[in-house]
């Protein structure tokens, strides 16, 4: 299984940016998605994840009613909508996915195959 993210990038605070995640190797529709993300110095982090069908859905407490997870089973891509960006949103954001369950939530040990990484930078 491979994951690939895009769209990261560098913007000011309180713009908007998207990440998306491309997934292969699999199929995506019998796949838990999550977003983690890693700052400088700290450990890696929930963010976001979504179930197979998307209906359910979590948010760590940092980025709710902010961010939104969605994904589209038809292109085999999850996506992280990001508004009102906050420079302690600043970090690498990975693309994580669970093949054990329908869904994995934060439970950052049950998610199989990791995405290499996008960098988001958000300047005050």
């Known amino acids: 299984v491979q994951l690939q993210a895009f769209g990261g990038g560098l913007v000011q605070a309180g713009d908007s940016l998207s990440v998306s995640c491309a997934v292969s190797g699999r199929t995506f529709s019998r796949l838990a998605m999550g977003w983690f993300r890693q700052a400088p110095g700290k450990e890696r982090e929930f963010v976001a994840a979504i179930s197979w069908s998307g209906r359910t859905t979590d948010y760590s407490d940092s980025v709710k009613g902010r961010f939104t997870i969605s994904r589209d089973n038809a292109k085999n891509t999850v996506y992280l909508q990001m508004n009102s960006l906050k420079p302690e949103d600043t970090a690498v954001y990975y693309c994580?996915?669970?093949?054990?369950?329908?869904?994995?939530?934060?439970?950052?040990?049950?998610?199989?195959?990791w995405g290499q990484g996008t960098q988001v930078t958000v300047s005050s």
């Open positions: 994580a996915a669970g093949s054990a369950s329908w869904y994995t939530g934060s439970r950052v040990n049950e998610y199989d195959y």
